[in-house]
């Protein structure tokens, strides 16, 4: 079952399908990675909307999964809206599930590589540097979006 619901979830990412991605999560579930840090499932769904608003494409592989715990290896491929620059980059993601949903959900990378690709060199090591700088960025984006799509305020 667990199989299954990481499937849906990466296959929903891929078809630009956020409110599918969205019910995977459970409603107090917990998303963190270099940008994000999100409580709750109307958040992390809001996330996935503005995320499925570009052109990013995924590649998973599932390399362990049970009933309680799960990791995939994921491809982000992309192109960052602020500098217009590709980005590929190569993420492993960890999950814990409860009753059948996604109750935490960690992404971990480079940041340092994903930087440099999204921002280039200079602004890239910066981010690297001071993450919180790149949190608060992002924080920013998804906090003006939530203001434009009501559902998620």
């Not at 494409?57 to 799960?70: C, H, L, P, S």
């Not at 340092?112 to 960025?137: F, H, N, T, Y």
């Amino acid at each position: 079952m667990t199989t299954q619901l990481l499937e849906r979830l990466y296959t929903c990412l891929n078809a630009k399908d956020h409110a599918g991605m969205a019910a995977c999560y459970d409603p107090d579930a917990d998303f963190e990675d270099i940008a994000f840090t999100l409580h709750g499932k109307k958040r992390i769904h809001a996330m996935w909307h503005m995320i499925c608003e570009t052109d990013l494409q995924a590649a998973f592989t599932i390399r362990q999964v049970d009933e309680r715990a799960g990791i995939v290896d994921l491809i982000d491929d992309y192109t960052f809206r602020d500098s217009g620059r590709p980005v590929h980059n190569v993420i492993r993601s960890e999950f814990r599930f409860r009753d059948g949903l996604i109750l935490e959900h960690r992404d971990s990378c480079n940041a340092l590589r994903w930087g440099m690709q999204a921002l280039g060199p200079v602004k890239g090591a910066l981010s690297w540097l001071d993450p919180s700088i790149r949190r608060k960025i992002a924080m920013a984006k998804l906090e003006s979006f939530i203001a434009t799509h009501k559902q998620y305020a």
